[in-house]
């Protein structure tokens, strides 16, 4: 049981180029979501999926794209990127996304250290 | 939407003694206080967490206080050691909003 695994560890790229993360998880969760994360600003959402075939922004959106593949692998996209997108980004995971709060807590991954020059 | 502040930003503390952080936060309509530990490297890790209508709740060495009045949370760790040492996050979870809002992390260190 691997719980969420991300691709690749550490990537550099120049301004303009476009790649993509992945992340997957094998706890046969329904929600899924990306995340940044810069120095003293703590960890902030970019994308979330709640179920399979649902996508929504969250607080910086700006610059990326998702996409939910299947309930276990859901994908974050650089198209054009930008200095400013240098960070850590991590895929988390949790049960479900419901205003009860015992299917909230989220499995995070190793995460991916990106650097865009 | 919500708004999680945290305090301190760095804490040095002597091995055996207690740390505190705390947070406070700004949508009333949240209704679950989780917090994670960071090492170096590494994911965050829940390591415990707390619902809206409970006061306190403690997991041996850790321990952490709510009050919905005030809108301030607490991480208590006692007898602290050196494997404490990391970045620890509060975050607040609103159902309106739908996601999980984290505080700006707290580097802790325990002097051996």
């Known amino acids: 049981n691997a719980g969420v695994t991300q691709t690749p560890k550490f990537q550099v790229l120049k301004t303009g180029q476009s790649m993509t993360l992945q992340c997957a998880q094998d706890m046969n969760h329904n929600s899924m979501y990306w995340y940044r994360q810069d120095p003293g600003m703590g960890l902030r959402l970019i994308y979330y999926s709640a179920s399979e075939g649902t996508t929504d922004k969250g607080e910086v959106p700006n610059g990326y794209n998702v996409s939910r593949l299947n309930k276990r692998e859901f994908s974050l996209r650089l198209e054009s990127a930008a200095p400013s997108q240098t960070s850590v980004y991590f895929c988390?995971?949790?049960?479900?996304?419901?205003?009860?709060?015992?299917?909230?807590?989220?499995?995070f991954g190793p995460g991916t250290r990106l650097t865009v020059l | 939407g919500e708004n999680v502040e945290q305090h301190p930003s760095t804490l040095s503390v002597q091995e055996g003694d207690s740390a505190v952080i705390k947070c406070t936060y700004s949508d009333s309509a949240s209704n679950y206080f989780p917090w994670y530990k960071q090492e170096l490297g590494k994911g965050p890790q829940l390591i415990i967490d707390?619902?809206?209508?409970?006061g306190e709740k403690k997991d041996q060495r850790i321990a952490v206080t709510l009050n919905k009045t005030a809108k301030h949370f607490s991480l208590h760790i006692t007898e602290t050691q050196p494997e404490d040492s990391a970045v620890y996050f509060c975050a607040a979870f609103s159902g309106s909003a739908r996601q999980l809002t984290f505080g700006s992390g707290t580097q802790l260190t325990v002097l051996p």
């Open positions: 707390i619902r809206s209508n409970v």
């Open positions: 988390a995971s949790s049960e479900g996304l419901v205003r009860d709060y015992r299917y909230n807590e989220q499995f």
